[in-house]
């Protein structure tokens, strides 16, 4: 009788460890799955909202870019300037800094029409006069016509763009600055006859599309695989396993996003080990 129950109290043993482990591995299955669960989820609300963010800054640079494009286009059209590129240079000094005068002012007049944006605007000829708009004066005026980058935007068919870390045509410290190049053509003749400029500072371009006060984001404009600038330079040091997220602005260039990966995904980690013990327990 008392083997009956050894036997029996041993058998009822074995099942309750086959029980417990059975059990235990069922909720294991049961705490993985619910963590993959939870990762893709977060996985899928980060790039959720990394997608958001990215495509409201590609549209407020876009919105600069169609800005700085449509200016061009207005500058290059406009009535006055057009009878200028067809006059022949004044000789009399007097003359001469009389049309400087009115170009410019047109050119205010066309400038201040974008409330709110601090462009800087030049019209550089062919036969060497220059018209501008803008805080600072024109670097050496002679000089602009011979270098490398007004040659390859008068051969541009549309506009040239370019981020240069030093002012293209303008006496600046405010360098950095995006700018956008167009050729300047004689409507009657369809020929070139100069170069537009439209350049604004990377300071006020930061003004225009608000501080990225959070530094788990960071945010780059590139020319294919080149690093133009980046919105949120003081940002976190990423890897390759942040979310990355990128968009194609209106001028060709790659606005690439990027998310911490543990920013969020740390933080229900100890609450899963904490439920997963529990359990076992």
């Known amino acids: 009788m ?5 036997l029996k109290g041993t058998m009822e043993n074995r099942l309750f460890r086959t029980m417990a482990v059975f059990l235990t591995i069922c909720i294991g299955l049961i705490i993985i799955a ?6 893709s989820e977060m996985k899928s609300d980060r790039n959720k909202e990394l997608s958001n963010v990215s495509y409201l800054y590609a549209e407020k640079l876009n919105d600069v870019i169609n800005g700085m494009e449509s200016l061009c286009g207005v500058i290059g059209n406009n009535y006055d300037l057009q009878k200028t590129v067809r006059k022949k240079p004044e000789q009399e000094k007097r003359l001469y800094l009389q049309e400087r005068c009115e170009v410019n002012g047109k050119l205010a007049m066309l400038a201040q029409s974008y409330t709110g944006i601090p462009y800087e605007i030049a019209v550089v000829l062919d036969d060497g006069r220059t018209f501008s708009y803008g805080q600072h ?9 011979d270098s490398g980058w007004h040659k390859e935007a008068r051969n541009m068919d549309g506009i040239l763009w370019r981020y240069s870390e030093d002012p293209l045509v303008f006496n600046s410290l405010l360098a950095p600055y995006l700018a956008a190049q167009a050729p300047i053509y004689d409507i009657r003749t369809n020929q070139v006859c100069g170069v537009i400029y439209v350049e ?10 608000g501080d990225m006060e959070d530094k788990d984001y960071q945010i780059c404009v590139l020319d294919g695989s080149e690093q133009l600038f980046a ?23 790659t606005l690439e996003m990027r998310l911490k990966y543990d920013r969020k995904l740390q933080l229900g980690i100890p609450v899963l080990l904490s439920f997963f013990l529990l359990l076992v327990i």
Not at 137 to 145: H, T, V, Y
Not at 200 to 209: E, I, Q
Not at 240 to 245: A, F, G, M, N, P
């Open 2 to 6: 008392g083997r009956k129950r050894r």
């Open 34 to 39: 619910f963590y993959l669960f939870f990762r």
């Open 137 to 145: 004066s024109l670097i050496r005026r002679d000089s602009i016509p």
């Open 200 to 209: 604004l500072s990377k300071d006020a371009l930061n003004s225009l599309l």
């Open 231 to 253: 919105l949120n330079e003081e940002g976190a040091s990423l890897t390759e396993k942040d979310y990355l997220v990128t968009d194609t602005l209106k001028n060709g260039w």
